[in-house]
């Protein structure tokens, strides 16, 4: 029988049957695109009721070409990739979806590129402030729980989503800048919609990757945050995860292809062993675990091997960037994905944005296995470049908190590991740090003792590479007595309107906060302006008796002397040691405490205390 015309009986004999079979469309990503893009092309990704059921028309729209059509094994979802050629203008365009019953239509929007400023980038000239939107501030109470989410607001509940939002961290945007600080990273703010079980208030459990999580705000006030920030030279970089999602994504309900995550009963969760990704002696069983094993039970792991997948997630960070003016992105769990894709994948981003940054989170404990991450590196026979610019300096961040604890190492590891930075094909782009939201508070590290957390900023703000702090790490907070990881995640004291105090306000902190703050402060806002620190060259010396000595210079003669006391004695320093990087200069203003002192023969340095002096003639 012909199918026009056994369509029209079925509508004759049971035409709500029919109409419960006919195709529909519920979603298109992405939502929106723009003219003028580097990247010629977009792949949509059409998602209804029996999609595969119709046939989409071609495109009238000046410069924009239909190029494919692909069905998959779930008729659902078709991939539509249009081409946009130089010619193409903005506007609207109608997409025609033609089955037999009639035509299904959804309009879709080319859009103008951005002209403001963004995709900026990050370097060592920045300072990154890390915080969790949902711990730093509550602006709109009113969002703290939306109708139909599984999780609402428990703040007794230390490891419960606590109600942060966009409107608070706009709210303090002016106490961040304040600080010296100079770019944000917030942690993921994509729709996390699981179970309170779990609690994904972290945001790395994405259940919609074009959405932003509505208890933290919409994709507008998150561009109007981006815009603020802006507007007080503050840049924005975003958090992305690729290598997993949340287990209530919608796709997991119905997902397009079979492969599109990896099977959990075959490869089970991951070994988190990152040596495994490049041991020359590993076998591909602990290969495979690392990358195609789910990272936790409740994180479905990303097939990125599925072309279709890897076109969708390279778009997506394609539209966050244009749509919000973002400046830099940092990527969750880098090497749990493959690492062919996340080649293409930055490449594809730095492509398209070549002022932008991104920094790979590789938590791993030795500088070789660092460096291999970073473009360029040349020193292992598989040849495999990343074309990542920064990696995360976990090895810097372990040797800082062994250095400083009271029962850890010593100064040397400080030494000892920045020894090996020949192996980083350029060490000052990476991202430097004592602590972050998955590591114990550096506070609580050095046992709540002020002056090894001084010491250790101090290094942290001279060092080479690209400095972040963890939000309250200017507070010098401890970790709360708590069980999880909420134990490292303290709400911002005064972020919320119920809160006894405020630490946004010099009257509200304690006296010891106050303290940490005004150093803190002090020796950032200086970082800021000092170019030397930024670029400059970094010469250091074996540490002795418990002091640490280095030089930031450069070929305008701009020399910084960084010297930092851990012993518990003052110490005398023979400055003869130095003389090839004092080169003359007479004396040197303490930036920390404001004095200037005389480079003659000896420096005297009291105990537990940090200098860094500017040398002057």
């Given at each position: 029988?012909?199918?026009?015309?056994?369509?029209?009986?079925?509508?004759?004999?049971?035409?709500?049957?029919?109409?419960?079979?006919?195709?529909?469309?519920?979603?298109?990503?992405?939502?929106?695109?723009?003219?003028?893009?580097?990247?010629?092309?977009?792949?949509?990704?059409?998602?209804?009721?029996?999609?595969?059921?119709?046939?989409?028309?071609?495109?009238?729209?000046?410069?924009?070409?239909?190029?494919?059509?692909?069905?998959?094994?779930?008729?659902?979802?078709?991939?539509?990739?249009?081409?946009?050629?130089?010619?193409?203008?903005?506007?609207?365009?109608?997409?025609?979806?033609?089955?037999?019953?009639?035509?299904?239509?959804?309009?879709?929007?080319?859009?103008?590129?951005?002209?403001?400023?963004?995709?900026?980038?990050?370097?060592?000239?920045?300072?990154?402030?890390?915080?969790?939107?949902?711990?730093?501030?509550?602006?709109?109470?009113?969002?703290?729980?939306?109708?139909?989410?599984?999780?609402?607001?428990?703040?007794?509940?230390?490891?419960?989503?606590?109600?942060?939002?966009?409107?608070?961290?706009?709210?303090?945007?002016?106490?961040?800048?304040?600080?010296?600080?100079?770019?944000?990273?917030?942690?993921?703010?994509?729709?996390?919609?699981?179970?309170?079980?779990?609690?994904?208030?972290?945001?790395?459990?994405?259940?919609?990757?074009?959405?932003?999580?509505?208890?933290?705000?919409?994709?507008?006030?998150?561009?109007?945050?981006?815009?603020?920030?802006?507007?007080?030279?503050?840049?924005?970089?975003?958090?992305?995860?690729?290598?997993?999602?949340?287990?209530?994504?919608?796709?997991?309900?119905?997902?397009?292809?079979?492969?599109?995550?990896?099977?959990?009963?075959?490869?089970?969760?991951?070994?988190?062993?990152?040596?495994?990704?490049?041991?020359?002696?590993?076998?591909?069983?602990?290969?495979?675990?690392?990358?195609?094993?789910?990272?936790?039970?409740?994180?479905?792991?990303?097939?990125?091997?599925?072309?279709?997948?890897?076109?969708?997630?390279?778009?997506?960070?394609?539209?966050?960037?244009?749509?919000?003016?973002?400046?830099?992105?940092?990527?969750?769990?880098?090497?749990?994905?493959?690492?062919?894709?996340?080649?293409?994948?930055?490449?594809?981003?730095?492509?398209?944005?070549?002022?932008?940054?991104?920094?790979?989170?590789s938590w791993v404990p030795t500088v070789p296995h660092e460096a291999y991450w970073q473009d360029d590196f040349q020193a292992h026979p598989d040849g495999y470049d990343s074309d990542l610019p920064s990696v995360t300096d976990f090895p810097l961040s372990f040797a800082a908190r062994d250095a400083f604890a009271p029962d850890g190492g010593s100064l040397y590891d400080l030494y000892r590991t920045l020894a090996q930075d020949h192996v980083y094909p350029d060490p000052n782009k990476l991202v430097t740090f004592l602590d972050n939201h998955d590591l114990d508070r550096f506070f609580s590290v050095v046992d709540e003792d002020p002056a090894a957390f001084k010491l250790a900023y101090t290094f942290l703000m001279t060092t080479r590479g690209i400095p972040q702090v963890y939000y309250a790490t200017e507070l010098m907070q401890p970790m709360l007595d708590v069980k999880g990881d909420g134990a490292k995640r303290a709400d911002m004291p005064g972020g919320w309107p119920t809160d006894q105090r405020s630490v946004f306000t010099e009257e509200g902190r304690t006296a010891r906060e106050n303290e940490a703050h005004d150093f803190v402060t002090n020796l950032t806002t200086w970082r800021e302006g000092a170019d030397v620190v930024h670029h400059g060259e970094l010469t250091h010396y074996i540490p002795q008796d418990d002091t640490y000595v280095y030089f930031r210079h450069d070929d305008a003669d701009d020399t910084v002397m960084v010297v930092l006391n851990d012993a518990d004695e003052a110490r005398t320093l023979d400055l003869d040691r130095f003389a090839e990087r004092i080169q003359g200069h007479s004396a040197g203003r303490d930036v920390i405490s404001g004095e200037t002192v005389t480079l003659t023969d000896t420096l005297a340095v009291p105990a537990r205390t940090p200098m860094v002096l500017e040398l002057r003639e």
């Open positions: 029988m012909h199918r026009t015309l056994a369509a029209a009986l079925l509508l004759f004999v049971c035409p709500a049957l029919a109409l419960a079979q006919a195709p529909e469309i519920e979603r298109i990503d992405p939502p929106f695109w723009w003219v003028d893009m580097e990247r010629s092309t977009v792949e949509l990704m059409v998602y209804g009721d029996d999609l595969a059921e119709t046939r989409v028309q071609n495109i009238d729209h000046t410069g924009v070409s239909l190029e494919r059509v692909t069905e998959v094994e779930n008729p659902n979802y078709l991939f539509v990739r249009l081409r946009i050629a130089d010619a193409a203008t903005p506007g609207t365009m109608t997409l025609r979806f033609r089955h037999d019953e009639g035509t299904l239509t959804r309009d879709f929007e080319l859009r103008p590129r951005r002209t403001d400023t963004y995709a900026q980038g990050f370097s060592s000239e920045d300072v990154i402030y890390l915080l969790m939107p949902d711990r730093f501030a509550n602006g709109n109470p009113e969002n703290d729980s939306i109708p139909g989410f599984l999780e609402g607001v428990d703040r007794s509940d230390p490891n419960a989503r606590h109600g942060g939002d966009f409107a608070g961290i706009r709210e303090h945007l002016g106490y961040i800048d304040n600080l010296g600080m100079t770019a944000i990273w917030m942690t993921p703010i994509f729709e996390n919609d699981m179970s309170p079980e779990y609690g994904a208030y972290h945001g790395y459990a994405a259940t919609d990757m074009y959405r932003v999580d509505p208890r933290f705000g919409s994709n507008d006030t998150f561009r109007r945050l981006v815009q603020d920030a802006h507007e007080r030279d503050l840049k924005v970089i975003m958090d992305m995860i690729h290598n997993h999602i949340g287990d209530r994504h919608w796709w997991m309900d119905d997902p397009p292809t079979s492969n599109w995550v990896h099977d959990v009963d075959t490869h089970g969760t991951t070994n988190h062993e990152g040596a495994a990704a490049i041991d020359p002696y590993a076998s591909e069983h602990d290969r495979e675990q690392l990358t195609d094993a789910w990272f936790v039970p409740s994180m479905p792991d990303l097939n990125q091997d599925n072309e279709l997948l890897a076109t969708y997630l390279i778009q997506n960070t394609l539209w966050w960037i244009e749509s919000t003016g973002i400046d830099g992105i940092r990527m969750d769990t880098y090497f749990y994905a493959d690492k062919a894709y996340m080649t293409r994948w930055t490449s594809a981003v730095l492509e398209e944005y070549p002022d932008f940054n991104i920094v790979g989170e």
